[in-house]
């Protein structure tokens, strides 16, 4: 069983003091200093969260983790709710978005039932860690229990745990799959951030003028009747969450904990890294934000988070098709550090100045 | 041998009228209508280029073409020009950023000796399409003959054909390596754009701010003395260009002749495209931009081209690094168009409005 307290004792502070030397590798490599950018300080940032010289990226991981929501009773979402589980059998046969994205990558993909309101089919892509059968609709009261907010983030911990003992995991991306969960992430990034409902709520899988005034007027209802502590990150989640927001809130924290990078996907995956990140702030450092979602409210989450996105594509699907992404591109910027010839080994003369 | 003329003739428009049915198959797919933002558009003009449903992205191909400035004289780089040589054998032995990063992305570097100011040593990978040894010092008049410009063009669209014709390209990024490029790249784009020499004029591998104010003296009086024809792009190449930059210009008519995307790389590939879209403007459908270089003249060369890039990663390397990434990316959004299920094929209930 994994234990939410044990896990947060155990997330360091990132090793700041490996970045200059890193930087000074990655000057002596056959290139103008700087000249690779954004490769050159993702270098540095996975040295520092792994405090090895020259990081593996080899068992890549995706957790796209699935949840239903009692909201989707008030007509937030332009999907009706089963297509939460027709999703998740798309996932383990490997027809969706975010398998297609994966496999380009050479990530595996942990599909993980964190509170789907229907019994799944057993297959061996998909692993339960179900806290309840979908969230209560919380414009009537909590989304769930405080005992249910912490064993959400606590399966979340030992999905990843399970997969990192079992088969390792070097680099891990959040994903996220279940129908109206923009709703909650608004919810949760308007009481972290103090933005107002309106600033941070948007068209999710793409509703139209009338419905996104409902929803906006859904969440303030939601924010109004639960009146969560804005700094109880489990009082937050259990009041207006989910549960695969707190699964990957639990994930964030496991990974930091055994100090394996983070990438985290859009605005869902964006709403669990606030969770995660009022339950330890030190957590924010192994985040790499993989792209700028369409959703308006990523991109105050990314602010409040001081995080700087790598893509900025437009997307807005979830599932960890981001993440995906965004671990292509840190692979490839590991690879930069440990692969290029020096200017002595390659017998370049340096810069003249 | 490669003919100029018969090259652009066999450039067509690009196929508009595939967009249509694309986005149809696209939102068959099981996400949301449009929800891969960027992913979806490149396939589109991927279809379009190719004219084909399923456009294969096997054979990727990136060609680092190499040449030597006589305005190295003038003290406008960072760089002795020995290090032009240094990098061609740096690449064909696989240790530069170029060869790391195509390899991530699975692509073959072809290295091409345009008009490197030595005889290079045989090598397997390097191919041999010298026009003359460096171009000429041009704040004392041509960089190179009218002859010469129109060979380094036709020499680049030879290096095409060949790998075309011989192991196939699915789709070609650009990469060059010649000290002191940005220089003439400046030049080029100030004359194209009409914007002024301090607007598109950097630092390139990292001069200092003495040495940047003499760039852009020597910039101005190399297109005083030269005084070349605005719409005229052969005149511009023989009296201000490069011959890396002429077969690049090449490449990319080659490229457009045959129907295959093209990735350009940053600055110096912006110049050459800005060179080949005054040949023949049709050809612009057919690039994709990988990134927006630190180089401030490339922004302004993307805006004249209407391209959009890719990624915003602060690159300034060249080589072609930026256009492995590119591909990559590319790669990723026909495998989405191709590979995913639809919401037939794996039971999802559609879209409710």
Known sequence: MANLKETIKK????????????????????????????????????????????????????????GDH????????AYPKE??????????????????????????????????????????ELVIKKVSYGTKNMVKGSA?????????????????EEEFSSKGIDIVGTGDMGIANTTPSSAIVSIITGKPVEDVTGRGTGID??????????????????????????????????FEIGGLAGLILAAAARRVPVIIDGFISGAAALIAFK??????????????????????????????????????LGEGTGAALGINIVEASIKILTEMATFQSAGVSEQAN
């Open 11 to 66: 997330i360091d502070k990132i090793d700041y003091s490996l970045a200059e030397k890193t930087q000074k590798r990655l000057d002596s490599l056959t290139k103008p200093k700087g000249s690779l950018g954004k490769l050159e300080e993702l270098a540095k940032q996975i040295v520092e969260i792994t405090r090895h010289e020259n990081p593996l990226i080899k068992n890549k991981v995706i957790f796209t983790m699935a």
């Open 70 to 77: 009692g909201i989707t009773e008030e007509g937030v979402s």
């Open 83 to 124: 297509v939460t589980p027709q999703m998740v059998y798309n996932f383990v046969r490997g027809g969706a978005g975010i398998n297609v994205l994966a496999r380009h990558t050479g990530a595996r993909v942990i599909v993980v039932d964190m509170g789907v309101a229907c019994d799944l089919e057993p297959h061996q």
């Open 144 to 160: 769930m229990t405080r005992e249910e907010a912490i064993k959400s983030v606590e399966n979340g911990i030992e999905a990843f």
């Open 209 to 242: 003028d009338k419905t996104l005034l409902n929803k906006v007027a859904v969440i303030k209802k939601v924010i109004s009747v639960n009146t969560p502590d804005a700094n109880d990150g489990i009082d937050i989640l259990s009041k207006v969450g989910g």
């Open 279 to 316: 339950l330890e702030p030190k957590v924010k450092d192994y985040m790499i934000a993989a792209h700028s979602s369409v959703e308006k409210g990523h991109k105050v989450t990314l602010n409040f988070l001081g995080l700087k996105p790598l893509l900025y594509f437009g997307l807005r």
